[in-house]
């Protein structure tokens, strides 16, 4: 009897373990699109609807019944941001995500190191994953168009090759840490005023010659698992449901199969939202994100009134099931994958990276006299003036504000280096509180302060002025722009007065944005230092010493007066627009593109910088003279470090078609290598240039087309600073 009860028992059990068999979409050694179906068929309509919305800041839901996990996102692109309360904005003052602040966009542009991009999205993606984050909001890759952007401090630059070349390696690394990298803002947002609703009129060519292949790169290179729609239109539809966009470039010709996640507040209609391409619909209120809403996420345009349409059949079930399956592969790719690293946080090597892009990013502009570098000992007396010598850097400028575990300002480190009895500091000038959304002015009298930073400047050996913008209210920050183009809160005048007090003078601006140097002749020396985060001091310190050789290139060109800017040439209508609409009147002639063919001298061009050493190029060779669309240039020269510094130069290559048969900018960046040499060292460079990148978008065929006949190729240590030309015909 006994043995009967075991079998029934054994039987039992084998039945009951058959029933429990892993299911599918649980068993990570099965392929994702398994996976995903497999989830998919056992997900009610319910189920399906309430992944396509928030609920909360920051998150939105899984399958509680099925141990599918939530989706938790997080800004920024320079470092994690701190924990909010759930249906706020605010902080909530956890005590475990102080980060590590990685240096801005704009200073990993400068650095033109692909190399250094990898290990900064793998950095940036470590503190992700620890912090549990599904998503990470960036990078953002919106072109610089005009100086006045309040959020041009997060980009890559004005120009698409090189924030195409910068993005991918970003993405790679975040992603190899199992988080998504979410490539914003998609597309045409290139200012803050007036945001949420201006109506982008831009042509086909500049669309996809300009707009388009920074974000083109990162999908179909970078492989990036989800995408930020913009706030504003394009042609009359909102980015973040907008059919051209959406579903005929992103979904159908760039096959893109990761997530479309809405800007926060930036979904406006509940079919276009079904219809337009926008699989999450990310915010806190549907009206917007100023005011407190009245919708519960339960009434968000992809919530109920969704789950209704389908209920009542005006909306196909396979348009809810597409949006289901792209944000189930992001969960299986990430919090679902078979094999997620496990992160790491504010650790000693993610601070090496951030110093190293920030040392390799800082521009030096102007140098004579070898006024820098100034070795310890070089001078007694050393007078650091400027409130960003001692401010943070890392808070402001909206939602990429940080809480930092730490932050070394200039003064801090330049004090440690030099010897606190070398260094005497004074403020100078004074800017309000960072407070989102409005300008605050300091209630300090500006002329005290002025005075008294003319008496610690008559008295030093030289004068280190550290100023530039700040992330303050139409500063460099979110939800507002420049009114100008001027240093702002009286740096002008404070500089004037140290100049007299002091020639010995030097600038060292921190700021996202190009500003107006009216002292430009009489100032020996100006470095452009960005915002670089937690490593600021150590890395500007290292530069200013010698320690570091300083190699960034600007990616993008500072004017000598705004209206000079080919966006700012076209009156109103072509920015900021006539707050309905707006029209890129300057089509593909953005930035250098601008000021090299219609001839206008910019202050600093694009890709230049200089260093502590000097460099020679040879004349360049071609390894043919004669080619086709589907073949490859080889350009080669000799490069030589002819100082006695060690240190990098990043040589560029342009393109030019002298006789086209449509407008054409006078040059186009196609490639650059950043070379290190030692003093005296020489290289042979060579660099493959496809000849399909020569392609200027035909818009009757609505396609890319390479013209027959000759190009010529410059090469350049910066966009105005030509080495050698080369000519190549393509038949
Ligand atoms: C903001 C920004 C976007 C950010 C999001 C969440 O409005 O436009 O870049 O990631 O909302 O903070």
Not at 598 to 614: D, E, V
Request: glycine share 8%; charged share 20%.
């Amino acid at each position: 009897m006994k043995f009967v009860f075991l079998a029934i028992a054994f039987g039992a059990s084998l039945l009951v373990s058959a029933q429990q068999k892993t299911p599918v979409y649980l068993d990570v050694t099965k392929p994702i699109e398994e996976r995903v179906e497999n989830a998919l068929s056992q997900m009610t309509i319910e189920e399906k609807v309430s992944l396509c919305h928030a609920q909360s800041k920051f998150s939105s839901k899984g399958v509680p019944r099925l141990g599918i996990p939530e989706v938790w996102t997080d800004d920024g692109p320079h470092g994690i941001r701190e924990e909010v309360f759930w249906d706020e904005w605010d902080g909530a003052h956890w005590t475990n995500d102080s980060c590590t602040a990685f240096p801005a966009l704009t200073c990993l542009a400068a650095t033109f190191n692909p190399e250094l991009s990898l290990l900064y999205g793998k950095s940036i993606g470590e503190e992700a994953r620890y912090r549990n984050k599904t998503v990470l909001l960036g990078p953002g890759v919106n072109i610089y168009r005009t100086p006045l952007n309040g959020r041009n401090f997060e980009y890559l630059g004005e120009d698409p090759f090189l924030s195409s070349q910068m993005v991918v390696p970003y993405i790679q690394g975040v992603q190899s840490m199992g988080v998504a990298a979410c490539v914003k803002h998609f597309a045409l947002n290139n200012q803050e005023e007036w945001r949420g609703h201006i109506n982008v009129n831009v042509s086909d060519r500049a669309l996809y010659e300009i707009y388009l292949p920074a974000f083109k790169a990162a999908v179909q290179e970078g492989k990036v698992w989800a995408i930020m729609g913009s706030y504003n239109q394009l042609r009359g539809e909102h980015c973040c449901h907008n059919d051209l966009l959406l579903n005929k470039i992103l979904k159908n010709e760039w096959k893109f199969d990761g997530v479309v996640i809405s800007d926060w507040g930036g979904v406006h209609s509940t079919d276009q939202a079904v219809k337009n391409g926008l699989d999450l619909e990310m915010g806190t209120y549907t009206n917007g994100l100023t005011s407190k809403g009245t919708f519960p996420y339960s009434e968000y345009y992809l919530a109920n009134p969704f789950l209704k349409g389908i209920k009542e059949g005006k909306y196909d079930v396979a348009l809810l099931n597409d949006k289901v399956r792209r944000i189930l592969r992001i969960i299986f790719r990430t919090t679902m994958s078979s094999n997620r690293p496990f992160g790491r946080f504010v650790s000693p090597e993610h601070s090496e990276v951030a110093r190293k892009i920030a040392e390799e990013g800082i521009v030096l502009l102007k140098n004579d006299k070898q006024f820098f570098p100034i070795p310890a000992g070089k001078y007694n007396k050393i007078a650091v003036i400027g409130e960003n010598a001692t401010r943070s850097l890392v808070i402001g400028g909206g939602s990429s504000s940080l809480k930092v575990a730490y932050e070394a300002s200039p003064l801090q480190i330049l004090t440690a280096k030099y010897g606190k009895e070398h260094i005497v500091y004074s403020l100078g000038y004074a800017s309000g509180a960072a407070v989102y959304g409005r300008e605050e002015n300091s209630k300090l009298n500006a002329d005290s302060l002025i005075n008294k930073a003319f008496d610690i400047a008559k008295n030093a050996d030289v004068v280190l002025f550290i100023g530039g913008l700040n992330k303050n209210h139409f500063q460099d920050c979110e939800g507002g722009d420049r009114h100008s183009l001027d240093l702002p809160f009286g740096q002008d005048k404070l500089i004037d007065a140290l100049l007299k007090a002091n020639k010995n003078t030097a600038v060292i601006l921190a700021s996202g944005n190009a500003v107006a140097m009216p002292w430009i002749d009489r100032v020996p020396a100006i470095v452009q230092s960005w915002y670089t985060g937690s490593e600021a001091g150590n890395a500007l310190a290292n530069v200013l010493s010698g320690e570091v050789n300083p190699s960034g290139k600007l990616p993008f060109s500072f004017p000598k007066k705004l209206e000079d800017n080919a966006a700012a040439s076209f009156g109103k209508l072509a920015y900021p627009g006539d707050s309905i609409n707006e029209y890129y009147k300057e089509d593909i002639l953005v930035g250098y593109r601008w000021f090299d063919t219609k001839n206008i001298a910019p202050l600093f061009p694009f890709g230049y910088g200089l260093s502590y050493t000097t460099f020679a190029y040879s004349k360049p060779t071609v390894d043919m003279t004669e080619t086709t669309a589907e073949g490859t240039v080889k350009v080669s020269f000799t490069l030589t470090n002819s100082g006695k510094t060690d240190g990098a130069e990043t040589a560029q290559l342009y393109v030019s078609k002298p006789k086209s048969a449509v407008t054409r900018a006078a040059k186009e960046l196609k490639a650059f290598r950043k070379v290190f040499l030692k003093a005296g060292e020489s290289q042979t460079v060579m660099i493959d240039v496809p000849v399909n990148s020569f392609a200027y978008y035909n818009e009757g065929k609505h396609g890319w087309e390479v013209e027959p006949g000759s190009y010529t190729l410059l090469l350049g240590s910066s966009s105005r600073d030509i080495k050698g030309k080369v000519e190549v015909k393509v038949k």
